[in-house]
């Protein structure tokens, strides 16, 4: 397994929950990393994305302000700190690893980009 996501789980409305993602060695390093989500019938979004030196960080619209991206490169992990949850928050979230070492385009938003993805993690917000 080269992602391994945890951390999910139910949380009512306002809570908060934090996510991590574990990855080889060999995905991780000089990477950008990301995290999407899937709500049931819907197509996977973009949630958050962060630069393989840590230095840049990009979020979705409906998440920004409420959520945080963060790595740690001595343990091969991203993170994802979600506070404020909504209902709406509810999905399976995946970490995802770029497919280009060094990648410094736009493009962080585009699941197409994304070459290794986790397992996924089920967040569950109750109202």
């Known amino acids: 397994v080269q992602l391994q996501a945890s951390g999910g789980g139910l949380v009512q409305a306002g809570g908060s929950l934090g996510l991590s993602c574990v990855a080889s060695?060999?995905?991780?390093?000089?990477?950008?990393m990301g995290w999407f989500r899937q709500a049931p019938g819907k197509e996977r979004e973009f949630v958050a994305a962060i630069s393989w030196s840590g230095g840049s960080r990009y979020y979705a619209d409906s998440v920004k302000g409420r959520f945080t991206i963060s790595r740690d490169n001595a343990k091969n992990t991203v993170y994802l700190q979600m506070n404020g949850l909504k209902p709406e928050d509810t999905a399976v979230y995946y970490c995802a690893a770029d497919r280009e070492r060094y990648y410094s385009g736009s493009y962080y938003y585009d699941p197409r980009r994304y070459a290794h993805w986790g397992q996924g993690t089920l967040v569950t917000v109750s109202s």
């Open positions: 060695a060999r995905i991780f390093n000089g990477y950008n």
